[in-house]
């Protein structure tokens, strides 16, 4: 069965929030309190500034999503898009579903006059990073550093 990509809409946020929760598991063994989680899926909803999700479905069934935000480069004048939460299906994996809904987001940033599309994977995920270099995405030269609050 083929796979259509559409965006989310918030009849999505119960399925976007339980995928962030497997995908949290799976690849950080973190337990996120899904309280919390839902909460902030549900705010992306309610500001579209903060970015979107893209949802694939097969057949009636959503199997996969990722997240779109933006960031502005004063460098570029212009705003990368970051793909973040990127979640299929156990039973929908090697499948092409995240290539689809990669393809999407970047047919859409290239619309939208965005600079370029960036995201971020764990250091241990090695099966990823040959997914996003398959697709032609190239390792960075930054590391990544956070301060939580």
Known sequence: MSIAIRTATRDDIAHI???NLAMAWETEHKSLDSAVLERGVTAVFDEPRRGFY???????EPVGCLLVTYEWS????????????????????????????????KQRAALAGAVGLRLYVETENERAQRTYAGLGMERCHYFMYEAEF
């Open 17 to 19: 929030a339980q995928w």
């Open 54 to 60: 893209l949802v694939a479905q097969r057949g009636n």
């Open 74 to 105: 004063d460098w570029r004048a212009g705003d990368f898009w970051w793909i973040q939460s990127v979640y299929v299906a156990e039973s929908a994996r090697r499948e092409g579903v995240f290539r689809q809904l990669y393809e999407e987001a």
